[in-house]
């Protein structure tokens, strides 16, 4: 497991993320998307076997006035082959040693409400809905 640096990381990360955003149109605009949210604190954490990411999560430091400082999960998936082996597990524990030592108040993340699966995956790993967000699409 290790924190995404290079380009050449980034595009063996798009299969995989390709499957949680699968409106991402190709591997260079999602190259491109990464490096821009990068200069905002977006970080990729991926797990790799044989040299293929396996599973991987994007995450960022954040503060507002709602959680104070806290890290926010992004995007957290599975290769769909490589489900039911712990890897979500194994980067949500990573991703709370990361905020601990950033003295963070809060690990946070959102789930659609009809995602079942990973609301059941996240009471299991200890974390409790704690709102209901609401959004609107703009033009």
Not at 23 to 33: G, I, K, P, R, W
Not at 47 to 64: F, H, I, K, P, T
Not at 105 to 133: E, H, I, K, M, S
């Amino acid at each position: 497991m290790k924190i995404v640096e290079t380009e050449q990381e980034l595009r063996a990360c798009y299969p995989v993320m390709k499957e949680l955003r699968p409106h991402l149109a190709s591997e260079d605009a999602f190259v491109a998307q990464i490096l821009r949210q990068r200069e905002q604190g977006y970080r990729i954490l991926a797990v790799w076997e044989n040299a293929e990411v396996v599973a991987l999560a994007g995450y960022r430091l954040q503060e507002n006035t709602v959680y104070g400082r806290f890290l926010y999960v992004d995007d957290l998936i599975a290769a769909e082959q490589h489900r039911s082996r712990r890897w979500g597990a194994l980067l949500l524990g990573q991703l709370t040693v990361f905020a601990e030592e950033a003295r963070c108040a809060r690990l946070v993340l959102d789930t659609g409400l009809t995602n079942v699966l990973a609301q059941r995956f996240y009471f299991r790993a200890g974390l409790l809905p704690g709102a209901l967000r609401f959004g609107k699409v703009l033009a």
